[in-house]
Structures are given as C-alpha cells and as structure tokens.
Nanobody, 123 residues
Framework: QVQLVESGGGLVQAGGSLRLSCVAS????????LGWFRQAPGKERDFVAA????????SAADSVKGRFTISRDNAKNTVYLQMNSLKPEDTAVYYC????????????????WGRGTQVTVSS
C-alpha cells in the first residue's frame, strides 16, 4: 500500500509559478512510476506529467510542455511539479499518482492516487 500526500497548491496570478510536492509512504518508492494529473470543475481528470522510477525519463502533456517540469528525489520519497508561466486555464485540483509496473504511459491507469491540492490562477 502506498499513500500519497500532495502539497504546495494555492492562489497565484497569471504568469506566476508554483511548485507542487507529493510525498509517498513506503520503502520501494524508486520502483514506482509517478505522475501528476489535474481536474478542473466539470471536466475529466487529465494527465499532466510522468516520471520513471529512476528519474531517467519523463513525459508531459502538450498543454504544459515548456512550462511545467516533473522531477523526483527518491531519497526523500518525493515527486515535484514545477509550474511556471501559469495561466488561468491551469486552474484545477492537482493529483499525484503512482504505478508499480510498466512504461511511462502506464501511469494513465495508476495504482494509487493522492487526495489532491488546489491550484488557482487568477487573470
């Protein structure tokens, strides 16, 4: 069982930055693919970014490429999402997710979810 706890959300003006963190429980953190998803009111939960267990490869949605960066620190059991040049359309609840096996694409069917952290970008 893995528990994921997100933090770092908040209110920011358009063009600003935020860094989200997600701390995971468990001793096999490095074996998990980790990812971030987001869900805006009235919309489906969408993939944002993913990172391999060793941090050697990443992927990101086209809507955030060049603005968001995913990274991880396996010594701290933590995955990060650095969000720059934020836009009002980035407003959503951001969720951390973990997947035990597979390629980066496998994160789209995660084994575990966090409870989410709200990000609000004002215009």
């Amino acid at each position: 069982q893995v528990q994921l706890v997100e933090s770092g959300g908040g209110l920011v003006q358009a063009g600003g930055s935020l860094r989200l963190s997600c701390v995971a429980s468990g001793r096999t953190f490095g074996l998990y693919i980790l990812g971030w998803f987001r869900q805006a009111p009235g919309k489906e939960r969408d993939f944002v970014a993913a990172i391999a267990g060793n941090g050697g490869s990443t992927s990101a949605a086209d809507s955030v490429k060049g603005r968001f960066t995913i990274s991880r620190d396996n010594a701290k059991n933590t995955v990060y999402l650095q969000m720059n040049s934020l836009k009002p359309e980035d407003t959503a609840v951001y969720y951390c997710a973990a997947k035990r096996w597979g390629s980066l694409a496998a994160i789209r069917t995660p084994d575990y979810w966090g409870r989410g952290t709200q990000v609000t970008v004002s215009s």
